[in-house]
């Protein structure tokens, strides 16, 4: 991520200094969002009501939002800071709107006292300002590829895809046996291993893996990020069987950049999975769901949505596609709305153990509920980024070239 950091010498006195990323005048942007996120930090507090940010062009002007960031304040010369950190989509928001948008882009800032303009130097990758896409992967057909051109059209139309008997039944309980035998060798793990325990209950919480107690394990919980401790599993997440499918559905290289083990169906919500992680390139994450036993239908199996990756992705106040748990309603409603439209209806995964079920990260999906507790349904959810989208330093490669995402 570049910035820039400039010390401000115009009204009002109380702006310190502001640091705006996602701008550099020579880089153009690669990718079909335009992010624009800073800080601005004051000498004393300051009410923020009394603050007005826009991006503004010849024709038009688009909010941006600000966000309370104490945490971040720490970093500054002061504790009175505020963020702030807008997405606009280049082509519905801006192009859309102005083709020219580009030539007379600024930020205003308007101050009780002042009003100030930063002109946005920002130059554009033309393949960028015509892309609208949300769903379209970027995949360049090759004849070697792992997946035809059948499945590929499938995935661009559906958002989907099911391997079935991906990986043979003594593969998934090879699979099952690590996830048995974390739980023995927890008390080693980093505490970046966490468990979501009472998963579904007021209770839920999370807590180190390390310091989870064995009777988590027969109730509902989430095993998160395993894959940060075991090789092995990393090889079941992205070994080059399932790189070689990967990769151009996704159009560049794969990444894990988190995982979690079920041994009971999550009952999850249904969600798009950009509501927790949203992708630096929004088509470019998918997520894999490994059966490690057969599923039944009372133990709660995942359902999700065949071509719900094209219902254009609610974009909440602050601009992205994280939840804003205030603004959870609206956005169910909206998603509710564009269902009937679009005529689209749930699809239960019956999976068979070794099956894999591959989705984008704009499919609507979820846990349906448990009808009988007794029931297991061991699981493992893998999700991922692409390599090209971030900075060398944030992931790594192990020794079978398989990346993942540091956890720092
Ligand atoms: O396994 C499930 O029920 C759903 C899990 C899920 O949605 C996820 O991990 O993203
Ligand atoms: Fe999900």
């Not at 503004?56 to 688009?62: N, P, Y």
């Not at 192009?95 to 100030?116: C, F, H, Q, T, Y």
């Not at 290289?253 to 999850?268: K, R």
Request: include cysteine; charged fraction near 25%; proline fraction near 6%.
């Amino acid at each position: 991520m570049f910035g820039l950091l400039k010390k401000v010498t115009v009204p009002p006195s109380t702006l310190l200094l502001k640091h705006i990323y996602g701008l550099e005048s020579d880089e153009p942007i690669h990718r079909p969002e335009l992010e624009i996120r800073g800080w601005l930090a004051f000498d004393r507090a300051f009410d923020l009501s009394k603050l007005c940010l826009t991006l503004e062009t010849d024709t038009f002007s688009l909010p941006v939002v600000l966000e309370n960031r104490p945490d971040v304040a720490a970093d500054l010369p002061n504790e009175f800071c505020t963020g702030f950190n807008t997405f606009f989509d280049i082509q519905e928001d801006l192009v859309s709107k102005n083709p020219n948008w580009v030539n007379s882009a600024r930020l205003r800032i308007v101050w009780p006292n002042g009003d100030e303009q930063i002109p946005l130097d920002a130059r554009l990758a033309q393949n960028m300002v015509n892309e609208n896409s949300y769903f379209r992967t970027n995949h360049v057909p090759r004849p070697n590829h792992a997946i035809d051109e059948a499945q590929l059209q499938l995935w661009d139309d559906s958002g989907f895809l099911v391997l079935e008997g991906f990986y043979s039944a003594a593969e998934a309980d090879e699979l099952k046996g690590l996830i048995e035998s974390s739980w023995a060798d927890r008390a080693n793990y980093s505490d970046k291993v966490t468990i979501d325990r009472d998963i579904g209950t007021k209770d839920e919480r999370r807590i180190s893996f390390a310091d989870a107690d064995l009777a988590i394990r027969k109730t509902p919980h989430k095993l998160n990020d395993l894959y940060l401790e075991s090789d092995r599993l990393r090889e079941y997440q992205l070994g080059s069987r399932l790189r070689d499918v990967l990769s151009p559905m996704m159009g560049g290289t794969p990444m894990i950049c988190n995982s979690l083990s079920f041994e009971y169906g999550s009952q999850q919500s249904d969600h798009f999975d950009t509501f927790f992680m949203p992708p630096l390139t929004r088509n470019r994450m998918v997520a894999s769901w490994i059966a490690m036993e057969d599923v039944q239908l009372d133990a709660g199996p995942v359902r999700y949505y065949p071509g719900s990756h094209k219902i254009p992705p609610y974009r909440f106040s602050h601009g992205r596609y994280n939840l804003k748990l205030d603004e959870k309603q609206q956005c169910e409603e909206y998603v509710e709305h564009q269902l009937k439209e679009r005529g689209l209806e749930p699809v239960l995964f019956s999976a068979k153990k070794g099956d894999v079920l591959i989705w984008h990260a704009h499919l609507l999906h979820g846990g349906t509920p448990i009808n009988n507790p007794a029931l297991t349904r061991k699981s493992l959810v893998t999700h991922y980024f692409c390599c090209e989208d971030w900075d060398g330093a944030c992931y790594e490669e192990d020794r079978s070239g398989i990346f993942y995402l540091k956890r720092d």
